[in-house]
T-cell receptor, first 112, second 118 residues
Framework: QKEVEQNSGPLSVPEGAIASLNCTYS??????FFWYRQYSGKSPELIMF????GDKEDGRFTAQLNKASQYVSLLIRDSQPSDSATYLC????????????FGKGITLSVRP | GAGVSQTPSNKVTEKGKYVELRCDPI?????LYWYRQSLGQGPEFLIY????????DSGLPNDRFFAVRPEGSVSTLKIQRTERGDSAVYLC????????????????FGEGSRLTVL
């Protein structure tokens, strides 16, 4: 089992819809969870981080963490064409902020 | 500099050759990371420096790969006897000291060095 798994995608949603991106992880001791966005040909950039169970909201983005189920998700409300990118789930399994394990990413396409 | 700078942006080499990839982190960032990203995959951890020392090199695939950070700033990733399977984008990232309580853990990535081994 891979350490960090994401739905293979791609995911296509119409403009204005909610996009739901899911990620599961295998190491129960993982402490920190991150969502990075990567535009084609560009480097990853951080969108959200979450440490505690529950929801964390930042603008149109909500990260959800459930440590019991080893599940972290990202919701994008009012999706825009500019949200079209690959979204990478990353987990710090060391607990020391020293090494992230990434999923393979899911490509989101927002249709105008 | 304003961001993480990586050179070269593109490198084409022949199988068996030696390559060096350079990373200049954000000023003041003590932590530096090298990742490798193959097409359609997420970044794969290679090595992490805290200051001048390699704190975790568990991701280096074999002894053909080596990285240094002699003065705690610029880092060089060195690949000997390159193989076609080494072809990928090599990403460098930096961050504040991971043990700093205010550090969110965010990694700031450079634009990467695309390596193609023919």
């Amino acid at each position: 089992q891979k350490e960090v798994e994401q739905n293979s995608g791609p995911l296509s949603v119409p403009e204005g819809a909610i996009a739901s991106l899911n990620c599961t992880y295998s190491d129960r001791g993982s402490q920190s969870f991150f969502w990075y966005r990567q535009y084609s040909g560009k480097s990853p950039e951080l969108i959200m981080f979450i440490y505690s169970n529950g929801d964390k909201e930042d603008g149109r983005f909500t990260a959800q963490l459930n440590k019991a189920s080893q599940y972290v998700s990202l919701l994008i409300r009012d999706s825009q064409p500019s949200d079209s990118a690959t979204y990478l789930c990353a987990v710090d399994i060391t607990g020391a902020n020293s090494k992230l394990t990434f999923g393979k990413g899911i490509t989101l396409s927002v249709r105008p | 500099g304003a961001g993480v700078s990586q050179t070269p942006s593109n490198k084409v080499t022949e199988k068996g050759k030696y390559v060096e990839l350079r990373c200049d982190p954000i000023s003041g960032h003590t932590a530096l990371y090298w990742y490798r990203q193959s097409l359609g995959q997420g970044p794969e951890f290679l090595i992490y420096f805290q200051g001048t020392g390699a704190a975790d090199d568990s991701g280096l695939p074999n002894d053909r790969f080596f990285a240094v950070r002699p003065e705690g700033s610029v880092s060089t990733l060195k690949i000997q006897r390159t193989e076609r399977g080494d072809s990928a984008v090599y990403l460098c990232a930096s961050s504040h000291n991971p043990s700093d309580y205010s550090n969110t853990g965010e990694l700031f990535f450079g634009e990467g060095s695309r390596l193609t081994v023919l």
